[in-house]
């Protein structure tokens, strides 16, 4: 997929996602993914895939300590890595969580902007493996707010507010090669003894 294909893919992948979860409609609604890409990751099995969005941070993203909810990136992870395998397949099923790991390194509150980085390590078969980092997006950049040229790398990274990876078994859905009936009742052979 060329960039410009990518991109849309993702987006249009978002778009069927978020009015079907609640809790991504209600975290993210502010999210705007604003680079994808596909990339070789040097296997010949696999591509690479990834993206980048900014999230500002509002009163419901923080916790009771007035910073960054570590559900909240916890949940970035978990969608960050399901955009950046949809970048690196063209899926429009990019599967189910198997594994989620978060490390939380430093805060974010109201009012700051998140930039959240995703990047596929490798997909195969079943499952695909991704990394994240959640960062603060410096004010200088903001203030610029310019968009990001897909062939263009990210100039300025903020503090690292938290990293993680993500494992999702992409099989899922899929068409099973074989379905197995339950046996009933029915079809059990009588196991009574038989009385003479």
Sequence with gaps: MDPEATIAHVRAHWAGIEPNSPIYSLFFSGIRIVDARREDIGSTSSSGGRILARLPVVPIHVNSKHILHGAVSA????????MAIAAATGRHKTGVSVDIHVSYVSAARAGDELEIEAWVQRVGRSLAYTSVEIR????VARQEDEAVAADAPVRTRGAVVAAGSHTKYVAFGEAKKAVEQPVTQQELPDSTPDVA
């Design 75 to 82: 949940a970035l992870v978990d969608w960050a890595g399901g």
């Design 136 to 139: 603060l997006r410096p004010r």
